[in-house]
């Protein structure tokens, strides 16, 4: 029941927080909505019981993405300007018709925690059986995602580390150097 | 920020704790929700909040980019080496039973190595992107 209520109370406050996001104008506060919305999305990943997916959400959506949003709010304006105020009833068709029928899709959904769900039939239950005695591990998610999908894991991280290098090169002091140098050898 | 003294003092009291709290996250990923992926994030960010409040010049003392150039790539050179080293001892790629005597300890070995991998790159990359971010507005 208590459940319930924090669900419908989060779910809520989700609800706002999205609507204040698309209406508000100040680039700044929209990032700390952002950051508000992770939170409390965050806070339904604990009551579903996913601690490890609540750590990411708070750290990355609620923590580091703000303050990266933040440094390239430094770099441009902080308010966006108005958009011209134009009634498109076409617009609002599409997306009330897409909406429905995303809400429609869900009905066939299997119940939150159902142990028949095609999900939890594939390779789940020999997770869970084995992988305590095969990895030494309390921790399942731990052992799911380091030991028996390591390969997916070192992708990731390669992923990561490709997105770091992709901004060094690109807006890194020796990618800004370079670009200098080819400026000034241009324009002699 | 230099004039804001609250700020300054409470960020100097907070950045340690944030720091061995993503190590607590780092090491005991394998009893509790965690592991190198959050481990890293949260690392990245108290040296963030500490660029934040005292400036990009005195973090980038503290970690200068060449060196987290360097550790995000030693980052996955641990993941990768880590199944390279489970080759060598006869297994397949990141089969980590092999890495010890028995199967546990090898699992348990080759956990902890990849998760600090992650870790290492995760943080390296996220304070690298707040860096050359931030770095860009005071050229």
């Known amino acids: 029941m208590i459940d319930i209520l924090v669900d419908i109370t989060l779910f809520t406050f989700l609800a706002i927080m999205a609507v204040a996001i698309v209406r508000m104008r100040n680039l700044f506060a929209v990032v700390m909505m952002f950051s508000i919305f992770s939170l409390i999305a965050a806070g339904l990943f604990v009551i579903m019981d996913a601690g490890d997916v609540a750590f ?79 990895t030494g591990v309390p ?50 | 920020m230099k004039h804001h003294l609250v700020l300054r003092v409470v960020a100097k009291f907070v950045t340690p704790l944030i720091l061995l709290f993503a190590l607590y996250v780092q090491f005991h990923g394998d009893y509790s ?29 503290v970690a200068p980019v060449s060196v987290l150039r360097f550790a995000a790539g030693l980052g996955v050179l641990i993941y990768g080496g880590t199944g390279v080293l489970s080759l060598l001892r006869g297994g397949e790629y990141l089969n980590y039973n092999v890495l010890a005597a028995d199967p546990i300890a090898g699992q348990h070995l080759g956990i902890i190595m990849i998760e600090l991998g992650v870790g290492i790159t995760v943080a390296s990359v996220m304070m690298i992107i707040f860096f050359t971010f931030a770095g860009r507005e005071q050229s």
């Open chain 1, 56 to 134: 990411t959400e708070a750290a990355v959506g609620g923590g580091i993405s703000t303050v990266l949003m933040l440094a390239a709010l430094g770099l441009t304006r902080s308010r966006e300007e108005k958009p011209a105020t134009r009634r498109s009833w076409l617009a609002l068709l599409v997306v009330t018709v897409t909406g429905a029928v995303l809400v429609y899709g869900t009905m066939d959904m299997p119940a939150f925690g159902d142990p028949n769900a095609p999900a939890h039939q594939h390779v789940g239950p020999r997770y869970i059986e084995q992988g305590q005695q095969e």
């Open chain 2, 33 to 61: 929700p965690g592991g190198g992926f959050q481990a890293g994030v949260i690392f990245g960010a108290g040296f963030i909040l500490y660029a934040l409040i005292f400036g990009l010049d005195a973090a980038r003392t």
């Open chain 1, 139 to 188: 921790n399942l998610v731990a052992a799911v995602l380091a030991s028996y999908r390591g390969f997916d894991t070192l992708g990731e991280t390669a992923v990561i580390f490709t997105a770091g290098m992709a901004v060094l090169l690109l807006i890194g002091k020796h990618a800004r150097r370079r670009r200098k140098a080819a400026d000034e050898g241009s324009s002699e």
